[in-house]
């Protein structure tokens, strides 16, 4: 059974800070990893999807890690800003549904 | 544009009074789902469809039901709602690809609140 955590569950940081994002699965055997963005009671949107063949990707001031080996992926923000406060949650493919973290809400202070 | 819509977006409601949730997408993708998520408990899937006619029950499907007759629609239906169907509700769909669902970004809808008194 597939397992995603998300460790912090809450991050606050100073604006301009970069943020450090860590999800772990327990099955390494995955077609990719998503990250989505949640703004409080909206929607999720996609921020980046990361093959199970490539390390890493890239959009912007985002930037995501893949090591299948270890089970583990990592979200880097760079030069955080205010607006980027939200939950961030991570998601692999499992059977034919997406087994989602339980999120990091990220606060950044101006 | 390209996007999965929900309506409605909110919706209160009583014990027992039949009501559907729509979702709809424009992308032309075989495989949609329906999610619901709770505090705590976080994202749990309800049904998804393969394709038209096509659908299964996910993790939690007690007491909701499902028709995919139209490639861009797929419904959710709570024939007779309770207390503890209260919830955010999200529908998503993807391209499914080769059959596999894991290959491709799943597009979310912008979700549905949903409170049964």
């Known amino acids: 059974k597939q397992e995603v955590t998300q460790i912090p569950a809450a991050l606050s940081v100073p604006e301009g800070e970069n943020l450090v994002l860590n999800c772990s699965f327990t099955?390494?055997?995955?077609?990719?990893l998503q990250w989505f963005r949640q703004d409080p009671g909206k929607g999720l949107t996609s921020l980046l999807l990361?093959?199970?063949?490539?390390r890493e990707q890239t959009s912007g001031r985002l930037n995501a890690s893949l090591d299948k080996s270890s089970g583990r992926s990592t979200l880097y923000i760079a030069a955080s800003q205010p607006g980027d406060s939200a939950t961030y949650l991570c998601?692999?493919?499992?059977?034919?549904?997406?087994?989602f973290g339980a999120g990091t809400t990220v606060t950044v202070r101006a | 544009e390209a996007q999965v819509t929900q309506n409605p977006r909110y919706l209160i409601t009583v014990t027992g009074k039949k009501l559907t949730v729509t979702c709809s997408q424009n992308?032309?993708?075989?495989?949609m789902s329906w999610y619901r998520q709770d505090p705590g408990l976080g994202l749990r899937q309800i049904y998804y469809?393969?394709?038209?006619?096509?659908?299964d029950k996910g993790d939690v499907p007690e007491g909701y039901k499902v028709s995919r007759k139209e490639k861009r629609n797929f419904p959710l239906i709570l024939e007779s709602p309770s207390p503890n169907q209260t919830s955010l509700y999200f529908c998503?769909?993807?391209?499914?690809?080769?059959?596999?669902?894991?290959?491709?970004?799943?597009?979310f809808g912008p979700g549905t609140r949903l409170t049964v008194l």
């Open positions: 998503a769909s993807s391209p499914n690809r080769g059959g596999a669902v894991g290959t491709d970004t799943q597009y």
């Open positions: 099955d390494s055997a995955i077609y990719n």
């Open positions: 990361i093959q199970s063949s490539q």
């Open positions: 998601a692999v493919p499992n059977d034919y549904k997406l087994s």
């Open positions: 992308m032309n993708h075989e495989y």
């Open positions: 469809s393969m394709n038209v006619e096509v659908t």
